[in-house]
């Protein structure tokens, strides 16, 4: 799934220099009832995720990041479930991002970053995020999910 014109920005990057690469995990109970998110500081609650280092691939970054904000060692659906363009912070530039899939089984115990909590969080509630669409993104993915089953 393609979000916010990213194949238009991919394509327009050329061989330029771009800016940096975001990955995060969305991350599924057995059930596909719930989501795993973390609750940044400023972000609220979003999916484990952050900036792609240099010298990793984007899959490597979305692991790194999920278990560097929950602890949650978890190997990742072959495919990216969305590619999207988007600012995380007010003052900083466009991102690519790629956000990957992972299903965990809802005991695995969390060990979440200092001062970042994380908790698994019911499909049908909302949360309080900084990309208000994202919600309904990751239930459209796991309703896919499900169908596929």
Request: avoid cysteine; charged fraction near 25%; glycine fraction near 8%.
């Amino acid at each position: 799934m393609e979000f916010d014109g990213a194949g238009k920005w991919l394509a327009s990057a050329g061989q330029g220099r771009s800016e940096p690469l975001a990955a995060e995990v969305w991350v599924f109970d057995e059930d596909l009832a719930r989501v795993l998110l973390v609750h940044h500081r400023w972000r609220g609650w979003v999916p484990p995720g952050g900036r792609v280092e240099l010298g990793e691939t984007p899959r490597e970054g979305a692991r790194r990041e999920l278990f560097e904000e929950t602890g949650v060692e978890a190997e990742l659906l072959p495919e990216p479930a969305a590619a999207t363009v988007r600012s995380y912070h007010p003052e900083w530039s466009a991102t690519l991002g790629l956000s990957f899939v992972a299903i965990v089984d809802a005991a695995t115990p969390l060990a979440p970053e200092s001062g970042q909590p994380a908790a698994w969080t019911h499909l049908d509630e909302d949360w309080a995020g900084y990309f208000p669409e994202d919600a309904s993104r990751v239930r459209q993915h796991a309703r896919w999910l499900e169908s596929a089953r």
